[in-house]
């Protein structure tokens, strides 16, 4: 054990905010160079980088915080143009036009995502292609409004009213503002509760579930801010180009270009598309210059080869392989070490003595389980359950393996809907409701963790906890405050800026504690919060369950450790074969013969006697 | 009376070409759960060879299968090996769905560079001529497409369930880690798999180069209807697909008539949304999809 390791939580040194500084040479120089160059071609490149830039990072709110893969987002880019461009013919001014835009494209969004939200699987990406195709085939047919094939011109009316000028400089300041408009949106997000949500919905969409949020409501919303804005850009791109046609307006070529930006760049990352769109464009915009006559199709085809090269040899994009400079390898804090040093070991199974039944601080039935079935096909997983808790209440729920524990659990937590049967649970206005799914739970305050434990692996612990906390506070300051505070009682805050991937078992199954916690429950599911984590952890995990228990929150706790389940149940539920075969009070239940019979077999129950 | 008829065959023939080019697709998606975007692009490289073969050496264009089905074996193979497998442990599927889209823009642009944007019309020996049925019509090539759909749904059904190579491919696809515990080479089955699937549509591809012109952007034209049908018989399962084929063959010649022939795509992706909707499983779809429990 190095001297290093002793030295408590190392806090990386106070220095410049280096991404941001680069977000802001790279925005400055992307205004000033083709402002001091002047000329033409050289404004244009800028004007498509930065409208590029723009288009991929709103694309980034859902395609990689939202983890939704869309591969049609011109849709929302063309019916912005057409929108506006239709308005414009009719005299009103595409300030107004592109938001107009904006809101179709937000529903029409809203409208595809929906169904696909709800599923896991590739159907996001294909009806997001097939709703381009539809876009076009649409815009081709009502030709009376669109021009069908052959496009629609706006009428050339010069100056910021319609803007449309005869010089390029006003095109590039108004891309230029709408550029730094979607960053400061993307920003925003990344920070925000909806940001925490949308990525703790991308890498586990159940732990989200079970941390209250609404995994369908939050993509929706990042899918109509992404269509708004990318409206708002096609708006600005009919104006300046000042003529439309459905084959480029929705294509599927630039539905790919505006994601394989942030691809290249780095999916998920507020910074990444800018980078991508800037690195990538004057490359191709050379490439379509020297080429694009003689060689029909090179310029798709470097796109296509950049991309198979990109996701082989760079998936984490341009910020991934900066990430990597940037992060020295330093000696990360091994956890089990640390928790040796705090805590000396004490006597290990002591035998505490059960709480009493009627101990003070018991009050009244919080959850009320009655008469629960449930099947999968013909297995009969849990056969009439009923049983309540009480406020205040420790119930410890045993039962061999196979007996239908975590599915119960499933049943209390609204993860699956039991075939009979009712859960009721007393909200905190005092009347009883019946909740059917997770986000309803979650509102009555009841929360849980996983037998599998089901980390956010790419947030840090501090983010983890927050994704929790989110659901008491809606601010970001408040919420990061209170992550920490969980996170040091519940000893990780030595490790709140560390990757959750990288934690052991043992913290792991701390963190899903925390996470939990922090929504300040009312109702406790714990699912085998010890199992696997050494004795040590074992008592300080116990300690930790009593106050938990003491500041008045009702527990049930599947749990193997007996001398967890001893020390701590104020009653004992034990299930066997999906049935209830004992409950009371924990010395009397595991002497009862069909309780050890349920777990050692008949023979040794009789032997027993 | 009789246009309804000819309305009803022409979508079941149309169904019979869907079928043929989505067996490939759904084969690919239900073993190695990956979509494979550039389906349509194989399809397109597959019409290419045909027309050369045909018009080069003057061959019916039903010889060129002795090249082209090997030669799209060894395609989807080497995609396979060279682009998918390197990323099958990435954490989301979003990696393999950019790679292969990546795939499908690199071949349909370097189909421009070599061939131009002119249209390859193989020459039909025939298959274009009609077979008429009282007042009814059909052509000759298109029989012969959705007669091979049926004899390749059936035969790879039998492949897969009678033979041990079948039993190997689907033990995979149910559970990868066991199968490999049971001493399946599970890299080698991918690989495999994923050339069959190639193969099929190298198959699809000799028997719609005569009676469709081939061109660097017919891949997509064919492989989004394809999504659709995959989708509506359920993601992974072959007789589904054939069934879903005929459904949208079906739908989309009775909308092209009463409809309009330019709305026939809006109404079945319209459909294919409604689908998502009501039965997101597909027609044979197995649960993999549905699970809300991660």
Not at chain 1, 220 to 231: D, F, G
Not at chain 1, 582 to 592: F, I, N, Q, T
Not at chain 2, 166 to 189: D, W
């Amino acid at each position: 054990m190095s001297n290093e390791t002793t030295s408590g939580p190392s806090v990386p040194a106070p220095s410049l905010p280096w991404p941001a500084i680069g977000v802001v040479l790279v925005l400055a120089s992307l205004l000033l160079i083709p402002l001091g160059i002047g000329n033409a071609f050289v404004t244009h490149i800028f004007v498509t980088i930065c409208l590029m830039a723009a288009l991929s990072s709103a694309w980034n709110l859902v395609g990689g915080f939202a983890g939704q893969l869309s591969l049609g987002h011109a849709t929302f880019y063309g019916i912005g143009a057409y929108t506006a461009v239709i308005l414009v013919n009719l005299g009103i001014t595409p300030w107004i036009g592109m938001f107009a835009g904006a809101g179709i494209a937000a529903i029409v969004g809203m409208a595809i995502s929906y169904p696909c939200f709800r599923l896991k699987g590739p159907f996001f990406s294909l009806a997001s292609i097939a709703f381009l195709e539809v876009f076009r085939v649409l815009t081709l047919h009502f030709s009376d409004f669109t021009g069908g094939a052959t496009g629609k011109m706006i009428p050339l009316k010069l100056g910021w009213t319609w803007m449309v000028f005869r010089e390029r400089w006003p095109s590039l300041l108004i891309i230029f503002g709408m550029l730094c408009a979607v960053l400061v949106v993307v920003w925003a997000v990344r920070r925000s509760r909806l940001g925490f949500y949308l990525i703790a919905t991308r890498e586990r969409e159940s732990a989200a579930k079970a941390a209250g949020v609404k995994t369908v409501q939050v993509r929706l919303v990042a899918v109509a801010i992404s269509s708004a804005l990318c409206a708002m850009l096609g708006t600005f791109h009919a104006m300046y180009l000042t003529f439309i046609e459905p084959s480029a307006m929705f294509s599927l070529t630039f539905s790919i270009q505006i994601a394989m930006f942030a691809l290249i760049g780095g999916l998920g990352t507020v910074s990444g598309p800018l980078l991508g769109a800037v690195l990538l464009v004057p490359l191709t915009e050379w490439a379509r210059a020297s080429f694009g006559a003689s060689a029909l199709g090179l310029h798709g085809f470097v796109y296509g080869v950049v991309l198979l090269l990109a996701v082989l040899f760079m998936p984490n994009g341009i910020i991934g392989l900066l990430q990597k400079f940037r992060r020295a390898p330093h000696h990360e804090l091994d956890e089990d070490e640390q928790t040796t040093q705090t805590d000396s070991i004490k006597a290990p199974a002591q035998a505490t003595t059960p709480p009493s039944p009627d101990r003070e601080g018991i009050g009244r039935d919080v959850m009320r389980v009655q008469n629960l079935n449930k099947r999968f096909g013909g297995l009969h997983v849990t056969k009439n359950v009923n049983f309540t808790l009480r406020e205040g209440e420790v119930l410890g729920l045993i039962g061999p393996n196979g007996a239908g524990k975590t599915t119960l659990f499933n049943m209390l937590s609204g993860f699956l809907t039991p075939n009979e049967g009712s859960v009721t649970v007393r909200g905190p206005d005092g009347g009883y409701h019946t909740p059917v799914n997770p986000a309803d739970f979650a509102a009555l305050g009841v929360g849980r963790t996983f037998q599998i434990v089901q980390p956010f692996a790419a947030m840090t612990v501090e983010e983890n906890i927050m994704v929790g906390a989110f659901y008491r506070h809606h601010d970001e300051h408040d919420a990061r405050e209170a992550a920490r505070q969980t996170a040091w009682r519940m000893g990780l805050g030595p490790l709140l800026q560390d990757e959750a991937r990288g934690l052991t078992i043992g913290g792991l199954k701390r963190l899903e504690v925390a996470r939990v916690m922090a929504m300040e429950p009312r109702i406790l599911l714990l699912d085998e919060v010890m199992a696997g984590i050494n004795q040590t952890d074992v008592r300080r995990a116990i300690d930790l369950m009593l106050s938990i228990r003491d500041s008045g929150v009702s527990i049930i706790a599947i749990e193997h450790v007996m001398q967890a389940v001893m020390s701590l149940s104020d009653r004992v539920l034990v299930l066997a074969a999906g049935e209830v075969i004992a409950e009371g009070d924990p010395h009397e239940v595991v002497r009862d013969p069909h309780v050890i019979e349920a777990y050692l077999g008949k023979e040794f129950a009789n032997a027993h006697r | 009376m009789t246009t309804f008829l000819q309305i009803l065959l022409n979508g079941l023939m149309l169904g019979g070409l869907f079928a043929i080019v989505s067996i490939g697709l759904t084969l690919i998606f239900g073993i190695i759960k990956v979509v494979n975007f550039a389906h349509g692009e194989f399809l397109m490289g597959g019409m290419f060879i045909t027309w050369l073969i045909t018009t080069q050496m003057g061959l019916h264009p039903y010889a060129a299968v002795i090249v082209v089905v090997p030669v799209l074996f060894v395609m989807g193979a080497l995609t396979q090996r060279l682009l998918i497998q390197p990323l099958m442990s990435a954490r989301d599927d979003h990696i393999q769905i950019f790679a292969t889209v990546g795939l499908s823009t690199a071949l349909i642009n370097l189909a421009l560079l070599i061939f131009g944007a002119d249209i390859a019309n193989t020459p039909p020996h025939g298959l274009r001529a009609p077979l008429e049925f009282g007042e009814l019509r059909l052509l000759t090539g298109q029989v012969m497409i959705f007669g091979a759909a049926i004899v390749l749904v059936i035969g790879l059904e039998l492949f897969l369930k009678y033979t041990q190579t079948g039993r190997a491919i689907r033990a995979v696809a149910q559970n990868r880690g066991a199968a490999e515990l049971m001493g399946i080479n599970v890299n080698h089955i991918y690989v495999l798999t994923f050339g069959l699937g190639a193969a099929c549509v190298g198959l699809a591809a000799v028997l719609i180069a005569p009676l469709y012109p081939t061109s660097s952007n017919i891949g997509t034209y064919f492989v989004l209807t394809a999504f659709v049908v995959v989708v509506l018989g359920g993601l992974g399962s072959i007789p589904g697909a054939f069934l879903g084929a005929l459904i949208i063959g079906e739908v989309d010649a009775l909308s092209g008539y009463y409809i309009g022939s330019d709305l026939r795509e809006a109404v079945v992706f319209g459909l294919f949304l409604l689908i998502l909707i009501l039965r997101p499983s597909g027609l044979f779809g197995a649960r993999q999809n549905l699970s809300h429990l991660s």
